[in-house]
């Protein structure tokens, strides 16, 4: 069982199409991160969430951790071809000497012209 | 200027070999760590080292070996290279002060042992 499940793990649109991915948990977490990876790259951090409720926005990108924080969310308004790539949400569980990246199984997006 | 750069690129091999992988940070981060990232793209810590000490060994078979020899290196070291090891290995670094840390991933090594 993957602790963080993100759905759905393909989504193919057009580009205006406005779209929502989702991770979902059954565990609270501090603290949540979305990154974007795309073809023959690392991934990039996108946006850290903290607080339960948060909404933080990045240009025509919304992100939103859920009350409880167990879940958050991604919405992309007027998705455009640059938009296409594999949307990653991340926790990170804080040990004694350091923190560890957890990552879900990511949303793969494909946006065509 | 790269942030985190790792080389070989590619690096196709047979099994049974010995290969390295070698990465650098130049953002005066405390912390390094390497990934794999299969061919589902499920992306997995396997190490992790702050100011050049061992903090995260996963489940790693021994076979794996990472050496950092200052805070700004993290090489990983693999002996009898086996058919499953093919995948997408990336380094990252960070500066651990707390919850939320970025983490910045250097462009990865597609490893493919045939």
């Known amino acids: 069982t993957q602790l963080l499940e993100q759905s759905p793990q393909f989504l193919s649109i057009q580009e205006g199409e406005n779209l929502t991915v989702y991770c979902n948990s059954s565990s609270v977490f501090s603290s949540l991160q979305w990154y974007r990876q795309e073809p023959g790259e690392g991934p990039v951090l996108l946006v850290t969430?903290?607080?339960?409720?948060e909404v933080k926005k990045l240009k025509r990108l919304t992100f939103q951790f859920g009350d409880a924080r167990k879940d958050s969310s991604l919405h992309i308004t007027a998705a455009q071809p640059g938009d296409t790539g594999l949307y990653l949400c991340a926790v990170t569980f804080l040990g004694t000497s350091g923190s560890r990246l957890t990552f879900g199984e990511g949303t793969q997006l494909t946006v065509n012209p | 200027d790269t942030a985190v750069s790792q080389t070989p690129k590619y690096l196709v091999t047979q099994m049974g070999n010995d290969k390295s992988i070698k990465c650098e940070q130049n953002?005066?981060?405390?912390?390094m760590y390497w990934y794999k990232q299969d061919s589902k793209k499920f992306l997995k810590i396997m190490f992790s080292y702050n100011n050049k000490e061992l903090i995260i060994n996963e489940t790693v078979p021994n076979r794996f070996s990472p050496k950092s020899p200052d805070k700004a290196h993290l090489n990983l070291h693999i002996n009898s290279l086996e058919l499953g090891d093919s995948a997408v290995y990336f380094c990252?670094?960070?500066?651990?002060?707390?919850?939320?840390?970025?983490?910045?991933f250097g462009p990865g090594t597609r490893l493919t042992v045939l």
């Open positions: 953002l005066g981060h405390d912390t």
């Open positions: 969430v903290v607080t339960g409720g």
């Open positions: 990252a670094s960070s500066q651990v002060v707390g919850r939320g840390d970025t983490q910045y």
